[in-house]
């Protein structure tokens, strides 16, 4: 019995790593050893064959079932209760509990976790009982049952820890980070999850596809679905290659979520349906039929004919409802809902959304769901008012669950959830012509991430450990290709750095704090004289709602499209020209064709306006990739003061932190990074108008020297090479000696400066991400304190950066405010494109 012994033990070791072909393999070799059954069941004593036996096929059954073939795995158990007495079958009870709760029969395996325990003690069977509190707290969740499942996972944490068995404590506390994103507690599950892997690397390497399932979903709650969707890419081969169905099915319907998330309705459907089929061979009907619901979510995107979707969601609502999924069959007559009030059916609808008022614990997605469709159905009853109070009350649910984010990077990214609730918004007060509306919403509808109070993460050595060690990897993957030298292994290796510098970041919890928006005679007065710009997206088309001299209209301007595609042309030839020696015929065609392009952009942003802007300064609120237009280099801009600011209620609040005017006393950090045969000479001719100015060159301009020298500065001047990183915008950073100072560096600084000036190449640029929630080096400061911060949105030749910064300081320091400062410096004809962030 020794070689069947030894292959039971090695089968259950791969069934504990997730490798259930290799265990099925072991088990059935284990069963071969033992010889054949006895061909009549065991009773009264039973022997130790029949024993080893009984446990082997208990094995087996969880091998087979975790492959899709959970009706073998039922067969099994049922031969294994032959070969065990009464006081063995604990696990095999617990077991099949797990196995029924796979086909949806919850109440039968409720029935078999509550037989398990009854015959478990810890004392004999602690693992078993450890494993079945653990499956329970699973179901339990599955039902919207918190507290119960929270109790199990903590006597399972309790029980495994007490007796040695790692494998187990990990799961349970995976698995308490799921019930945290259940809660919608993001950073406590990403934190529990970032614990787990590290534990499961070591201990049950299997397990960590399954876990990059779980935070993929915790991704897609905070918005993130580019995340999502690589973590769930990764997962998918994993699980496919360990044979893991019902997980390999769940990651598909997670990448059709993400593509939901991601506006790609047709690649959701195409995921979906992969879905549907796969739960469907698994014979689990509870989650086919949540594959179902994604398809139906995908073809309203599409646009698919509103009847047809109406009739298939009162089908899916009834089949939900019959398989006790209460949420999901809301969902599902919310979605037919909306298709009715499509087709021009209010009634039905209006009864359909009553019916689908959200309970307690529903998901956020449910709850603004049920917003949007309340607001359609009051919209074409003619209830204008009603539906706008709907719409801001689903913005508000958002914004609190936004509050509960400590990172920029979530609470930017959390936005798209409330896409369709602010598209519908935005547009419902265009329609209505009245400027106060207009004003309201276009507040409600952009940069809400930096109007929650930030926090001050705790530190974090592993995170720091990290970020000093990519400065290293930065610099030597630049060496490297400066010499020629191969550089995957170190491109591969600050992959990984970025990779857990930015889920650290996710960690922090937030306030939960709001801050109020302003109010439009509030920005009325403090415009001045001064006249503001808001920029409206209302479908394909652009509006502007123009603030100026006591006068506010609404604008009808051109396609964004066209306003893109003509922005996009102009800095890539502002790019080409910056720095770049020519032939002289060659440079005359460009600058020609620049100024083409600039006079085109103008025409299409800003020259409709003038006849309301008149000669006035320019506070601009832009939407989508307008907040990167070089302003300056524009015909009826040139000269002309301009702030860029992303929204009037963070312009506000920016202007309210700012010094009336930086005086020559102010305390002033200047700093010239290595590399910029400019740095130092524009660092000095500065210094010669700043009296006692802080001065870091050479070696002492270090991240962490600049770092601690802007907690004691108003004003900081940093004359460097810059680089804006596309993928993750909080990883852009200026060059300093010994390596970059990245946007994640500055979440931990006790103070920011009031102004700082960022002499450098592509600092200006940002990431938008839906809700015009803009992420980038420049809304970095904003967000840690800063109210003005001047950064270019290209490239920059060095004889003109330093030729404008240096005639700003000047006009600074005859007591220029920032814009006015800033355009005073920058020449007519020039084309850098230096732009004035935040307060002006």
């Excluded at 002499?759 to 970095?780: F, I, Q, Y």
């Amino acid at each position: 019995m020794t070689r069947a012994e030894a292959l039971y033990a090695a089968g259950r070791a791969a069934n504990t790593d997730m490798r259930p072909v290799l265990a099925a393999r072991r088990l059935r070799a284990a069963l071969r050893a033992l010889g054949e059954a006895p061909a009549v069941a065991v009773s009264g004593e039973t022997g130790p064959a029949d024993l080893l036996r009984g446990r082997i096929l208990v094995t087996l059954a969880l091998a087979e079932s975790e492959q899709g073939r959970i009706e073998t795995g039922l067969r099994l158990l049922g031969e294994a209760e032959a070969f065990l007495p009464p006081g063995e079958r604990g696990v095999l009870h617990g077991q099949r509990g797990m196995l029924l709760r796979r086909t949806g029969r919850d109440d039968l395996a409720l029935e078999e976790y509550a037989a398990a325990l009854a015959v478990l003690t810890e004392r004999g069977e602690s693992e078993g009982m450890a494993r079945v509190l653990l499956n329970r707290a699973v179901l339990h969740m599955a039902a919207v049952r918190s507290g119960l499942a929270r109790a199990d996972l903590r006597r399972c944490l309790e029980l495994a820890t007490r007796h040695g068995l790692g494998h187990l404590a990990v799961k349970a506390r995976h698995n308490l980070g799921y019930l945290d994103y259940l809660a919608g507690d993001i950073p406590s599950a990403l934190r529990r999850y970032a614990s787990a892997a590290r534990d499961y690397t070591e201990l049950i390497p299997g397990m960590l596809p399954v876990l990059s399932l779980d935070r993929a979903r915790a991704l897609l709650a905070a918005g993130l679905f580019v995340e999502a969707d690589r973590e769930l890419a990764t997962a998918l081969a994993q699980l496919g290659a360990q044979r893991l169905s019902q997980d390999h099915a769940e990651a598909h319907l997670a990448r059709a979520e993400a593509s939901l998330l991601a506006g790609r309705p047709a690649a959701a459907r195409t995921w979906a349906r992969r879905a549907h089929a796969l739960f469907r061979r698994r014979d689990n009907p509870r989650w086919a039929a949540r594959a179902l619901l994604v398809v139906l979510r995908a073809d309203h995107a599409t646009g698919a004919r509103p009847a047809a979707v109406a009739q298939r969601a009162r089908t899916i609502e009834a089949l939900m409802r019959g398989l006790g999924l209460p949420e999901d069959a809301r969902v599902a007559g919310l979605l037919g809902a909306r298709a009715l009030v499509a087709s021009g059916e209010v009634d039905r609808a209006a009864r359909a959304v009553a019916a689908g008022a959200p309970g307690r614990a529903d998901r956020l997605d449910t709850r603004l769901l049920w917003r949007l469709a309340s607001a359609e159905v009051a919209a074409s009853a003619g209830r204008r008012r009603e539906s706008s109070r709907h719409l801001v009350a689903g913005l508000h649910t958002l914004q609190r669950y936004r509050s509960q984010l400590g990172n920029l990077d979530l609470q930017t990214g959390a936005a798209v959830h409330g896409r369709d609730l602010a598209r519908r918004g935005l547009s419902a007060a265009l329609a209505t012509g009245s400027v106060g509306e207009i004003f309201r919403w276009a507040e409600r509808v952009r940069a809400q991430a930096l109007l929650t109070p930030q926090v001050r993460p705790p530190q974090d050595p592993e995170a720091a450990a990290a970020l000093e060690e990519l400065r290293g990897v930065r610099v030597a993957m630049r060496q490297a290709e400066l010499s020629g030298r191969p550089a995957r292994a170190l491109r591969l290796r600050g992959e990984a750095l970025q990779r857990t510098i930015r889920e650290h970041a996710w960690f922090a919890a937030g306030t939960r704090g709001q801050a109020r928006q302003v109010l439009l005679a509030q920005i009325r007065a403090e415009l001045g004289e001064a006249a503001m710009v808001l920029y409206l997206p209302d479908g394909p088309d652009l509006r502007a709602l123009v603030l100026a001299g006591g006068r506010a209209k609404v604008v009808r301007l051109g396609r964004i499209a066209d306003a893109e595609e003509a922005l996009l042309r102009l800095r890539a030839d502002l790019d080409a020209q910056a720095g770049r020696a020519m032939p002289e015929r060659l440079s005359t065609a460009v600058r020609a064709a620049t100024r083409r392009n600039a006079a085109m952009l103008g025409a299409l942003v800003l020259d409709p306006l003038l006849d309301l802007v008149g000669d006035r300064d320019i506070v601009v609120v832009p939407t989508g990739i307008l907040v990167t237009v070089p302003w300056s280099v524009l015909p009826a801009a040139a000269g002309r003061p301009v702030t860029v600011a992303p929204s009037a209620s963070t312009w506000s609040a920016a202007r309210s932190r700012l010094l009336g005017r930086v005086e020559p006393s102010t305390r002033t950090l200047l700093v010239a990074g290595p590399g910029n045969d400019r740095g130092v000479p524009e660092v000095a001719a500065i210094a010669e108008l700043r009296a006692k100015a802080t001065v870091l060159i050479g070696s002492a301009a270090t991240p962490a020297a600049t770092l601690a020298a802007f907690a004691e500065a108003d004003l900081a001047h940093v004359a460097a090479h810059g680089h804006h990183h596309t993928d993750n915008a909080l990883f852009s950073g200026l060059e300093l000696e010994g390596g970059p100072l990245m946007g994640y560096d500055l979440q931990h600084l006790p103070n920011t400066p009031a102004m700082v000036v960022l002499s450098s190449c592509d600092l200006g640029l940002h990431d938008v991400r839906p809700g015009d929630e803009t992420l980038g080096m420049a809304t970095a400061l904003l967000s840690a304190g800063a109210s003005t911060v001047v950064a270019s949105v290209g490239r920059v030749a060095d004889e003109a950066a330093m030729s404008v910064m240096t005639a700003y300081h000047r006009a600074l320091g005859d007591g220029l405010p920032p814009a006015a400062a800033l355009a005073v410096a920058t020449p007519a004809d020039s084309l850098a494109g230096f732009i004035c962030f935040g307060a002006g």
